[in-house]
């Protein structure tokens, strides 16, 4: 009986390990081609990877929480029968241990780290969302548990009396409205320490000497006592989104520019088209409108769609004359930044739509890593978490990101009377090096007048 061995792949972003987060297989299981084999995570993205064997599972030889290296081997299938060739997954494979790799997905790499992670079953039993009785699909009750969602609380909608997508969200964003009224308590931890994993260059020579032993090392940090402090590793999306935000704060010069906005108009927009039957199946919200203005005021400031490029022959300004519509979304895996491909060809509909889509993808952390590629300058929406204003990084390859900050009443001057208004705050970070101050201040304006006058998208 032939041993199949399937090595790590490269699942087309270019990166060299990923975590394995859970196995949906044990030894002893029959798999299916195409059955899901585990699922891991790298700096972008959770991706299920499927068996291209059928067979009986062998030897699962990493574990749950194990970084591993592309082209290492992580599982055996007994008796393996690969698929057909025209129906083979995209998924790369190779024979027996020591046998010929997949051109492009390297050789067998190591496991370089280990975290010990509970099993879905016990993470399932532990976690707030455990339940008896209550009919919800799998990624459902997934998408709970890492919304913090109890699902005994949710009221299911779906026409079986299950538990839907959409439930969990809704009761996802009530929950958030009431989740900081009241004051925590002190904790016993007073600190924490979230450690910066050094890239292999950067380890130290194993021949030099301790830095505590070098007359210009700095103090180091006594080790944690009596679970008094915690130390976290720095891996997957934190480890890329702190890269990422350190290489771009200290290569872009940011400038950052903010007005008040009477944002009335806006709700009252928002509030009809809730109550129309073209968006009766769509999430309308505030982000809709500032996603249409930032669109409609980019076509007359195009230099803030812009990339500034260092290449072999000098620097360039590259342009961009679409808008690949970042959107910033906090998830419980950390920052991540789908966009929207082609957003200026979306009617308002469709706009709402993949806007709804991009949020409800990002928050299952299933967001691919095309997703989150080529885009052209985001959106932050602070607003969600109570902020009125603030001056955000701006996002690796593009040149500007808008911020949304709360919408809530204040008083407002209005012909010359004080009146309750609905306001926020439209703030802006720009790369100083592509735009000057006039196109930024005019840019942020655009899309200032758009949330005070709706009806300019008209135009």
């Known amino acids: 009986m032939s041993t199949q061995t399937f090595l790590l792949p490269d699942v087309g972003e270019g990166l060299t390990e990923a975590e394995i987060v859970s196995w949906h297989v044990s030894p002893g299981d029959t798999v299916a081609v195409d059955d899901v084999l585990v699922e891991i995570e790298t700096a972008k993205s959770l991706v299920e990877l499927p068996s291209p064997f059928a067979g009986t599972v062998g030897e699962l030889l990493a574990s749950e929480g194990d970084t591993v290296e592309v082209g290492a081997a992580i599982i055996t299938i007994g008796g393996g029968v690969a698929a057909a060739p025209a129906a083979a997954p995209a998924v790369p494979a190779a024979e027996e241990p020591g046998g010929a790799v997949l051109v492009g997905y390297g050789s067998a790499g190591q496991v370089s780290s280990r975290r010990r992670n509970t099993r879905p079953a016990e993470r399932a039993e532990a976690g707030p969302a455990a339940s008896v009785g209550i009919i919800a699909k799998p990624p459902i009750r997934k998408l709970a548990r890492d919304l913090g969602v109890e699902l005994a609380s949710v009221t299911p909608t779906g026409p079986s009396g299950e538990v839907t997508r959409d439930d969990v969200v809704k009761q996802a964003s009530q929950a958030s409205v009431f989740r900081n009224i009241e004051t925590p308590a002190w904790g016993e931890v007073r600190e924490e320490t979230f450690p910066v994993t050094p890239e292999p260059e950067e380890k130290a020579d194993a021949a030099a000497p301790p830095a505590a032993a070098r007359p ?244």
């Not at 620097?315 to 491909?341: D, E, F, S």
């Not at 593009?398 to 609905?422: C, M, N, S, Y």
């Not at 201040?441 to 005070?452: G, N, Q, T």
């Open 216 to 459: 210009d090392a700095a103090p180091q940090p006594a080790p944690a006592q009596d679970g008094r402090e915690e130390s976290i590793p720095v891996r997957g999306v934190r480890k890329a989104v702190a890269s990422g935000m350190v290489r771009t704060a200290y290569s872009a010069p940011h400038v950052s520019v903010w007005t008040d906005v009477d944002a009335s108009r806006t709700m009252e927009l928002v509030k009809r088209l809730k109550a129309s039957p073209d968006f009766a199946d769509i999430k309308v919200s505030p982000l809709l409108i500032m996603a249409r203005a930032v669109i409609w005021a980019v076509r007359r400031t195009p230099m803030v769609n812009a990339a500034w490029i260092d290449g072999e022959d000098g620097a360039q300004i590259r342009v961009h004359h679409y808008v690949n519509l970042g959107i910033a979304a906090a998830t419980p895996r950390g920052l991540l930044v789908p966009n929207i491909k082609d957003a200026q060809d979306m009617s308002l509909r469709e706009l709402a739509r993949a806007l709804e889509k991009l949020t409800l993808t990002a928050r299952e952390g299933k967001s691919t890593p095309a997703d989150q590629q080529n885009g052209t300058i985001t959106i932050t929406n602070i607003g969600v978490f109570g902020m009125d204003a603030g001056t955000p990084i701006i996002n690796g390859g593009e040149a500007g990101i808008v911020a949304l900050g709360t919408i809530r009443q204040k008083p407002w001057v209005v012909d010359g009377e004080v009146r309750p208004r609905w306001v926020t705050t439209v703030a802006g970070s720009f790369d100083h090096r592509v735009i000057d101050g006039d196109g930024m201040s005019r840019f942020i304006a655009d899309v200032a007048s758009i949330l005070e006058e709706p009806a300019l998208l008209l135009d």
